[in-house]
């Protein structure tokens, strides 16, 4: 199967992998030809480039500035990006021929780039839907609803949805809101597509070299949160929890990553001279892997004002290192059946933060920490492996 992913975010090799990258290399590695045309930011290219990565032609077309950028940036970026992609297809992409499109949303304007790549190479599409937007930025009070901007987005996510042949949402909760907000879709258009991810085998680890490296004391419970720090990840909540244990030498927090919010932990640590708390930029993939080793429990943590099921993908890599969860999110979301239905750690409101804190400090004395990690590796190898997600494609062809 000839393949041309339309991507938002594609590291290169040397800058780590996500979710993304390793499905593309999975249906690489399972004798599919892919291509990969993702939008890069203009702050990392100066000009567009095709070139082999990871064994296959990765284009990368340079639209603007996308991630740890204000509102209105990310904005304009977010709606030139599809003029901008459809011309560097235009130009390097015009001899091809593809017997899939493979996209993902956000952001949902790249609808119409699809729908002229659909009609340009004569093929059918397989959208793989990781948020609902506009939805999403109502629920954050950062859009209102049926205002101008909303009903501009609102008809987006709909023409998005038509110009799918397939739709791949997270969860059963994501596959009803859905259906139930949208019913003129036909059922038979969606199925759950999990977030997936290539499974390392060296899972554990004896050593504590960067918990020497970052000076984490090594008797400490270690709680991880790593990945984006902005508005969905209620970044307010992490803080309240470092101020209140700042003087407990038993609980150690440790924020690997960056976002529009990080700037919060920063301070509240500096201004506070928490000792207790860490906040670093992304790691190198290597290392980042090792401390998550070395870390005792991951942290999830989503406002609770949201009324969309959001599935977070950061907790596959606690699962993979066998780390127990505790995440506080909204009501909505069935990532808690997930946590609570196979004992992989502990679920909260996150507008409870007295139950947070109280979790925080069981499970900082806990002895099923290790059992409950376990339980997530087990459950990780059996359906989450990107195994599955090159044999949903397959299917689909």
Request: charged share 25%; proline share 4%; with cysteine.
């Amino acid at each position: 199967m000839r393949i041309l992913y339309i991507a938002t975010s594609f590291p290169s090799p040397d800058k780590g992998a996500t979710i993304y990258t390793d499905l593309a290399s999975a249906l690489h590695e399972a004798g599919h030809e892919i291509l990969v045309a993702v939008s890069e930011q203009k702050r990392n290219l100066s000009s567009t480039t095709l070139q082999n990565e990871r064994g296959f032609d990765v284009l990368r077309i340079v639209t603007g500035n996308y991630y740890d950028v204000n509102l209105i940036e990310k904005g304009l970026t977010m709606l030139r990006i599809p003029s901008r992609m459809k011309k560097g297809i235009k130009e390097h992409l015009s001899n091809k021929s593809f017997d899939l499109i493979l996209f993902e949303a956000p952001p949902i304007t790249n609808a119409k780039l699809v729908s002229w790549a659909k009609k340009q190479f004569k093929t059918k599409s397989y959208l793989m839907l990781k948020d609902i937007f506009p939805q999403n930025a109502v629920d954050l009070g950062m859009m209102r609803k049926n205002g101008l901007l909303y009903t501009y987005f609102h008809h987006q996510e709909k023409f998005l949805y038509q110009t799918a042949d397939k739709i791949g949402v997270m969860s059963q909760a994501n596959l009803d809101y859905i259906l139930k907000h949208n019913p003129q879709l036909d059922p038979k258009k969606l199925e759950i597509f999990p977030n997936t991810k290539h499974i390392t085998q060296a899972y554990q680890t004896q050593e504590f070299t960067m918990r020497k490296e970052l000076n984490i004391p090594t008797n400490a419970r270690v709680f991880l949160f790593g990945g984006n720090m902005g508005r969905p990840q209620y970044v307010q909540l992490l803080k309240k929890a470092i101020l209140r244990f700042k003087d407990n030498p038993d609980i150690f927090f440790l924020f690997v990553g960056r976002g529009t919010d990080r700037h919060i932990l920063e301070t509240a640590i500096k201004d506070n001279e928490i000792t207790n708390a860490l906040l670093i930029n992304n790691l190198a993939r290597d290392k980042y892997e090792q401390i998550t080793k070395e870390c005792d429990v991951g942290l999830i943590i989503l406002d609770p004002c949201f009324t969309i099921p959001n599935y977070p993908s950061r907790i596959l890599s606690y699962m993979e290192y066998a780390k127990p969860v505790l995440a506080a999110t909204d009501e909505n979301t069935d990532l808690k059946d997930l946590i609570q239905a196979n004992n992989l750690g502990e679920w909260v409101s996150s507008a409870n933060e007295d139950e947070f804190f109280k979790k925080i400090e069981a499970m900082a004395k806990s002895d099923s920490l290790v059992f409950q990690g376990q339980n997530g590796r087990r459950l990780i190898e059996q359906e989450f492996t990107v195994s599955r997600s090159v044999k949903q494609l397959e299917a689909f062809k």
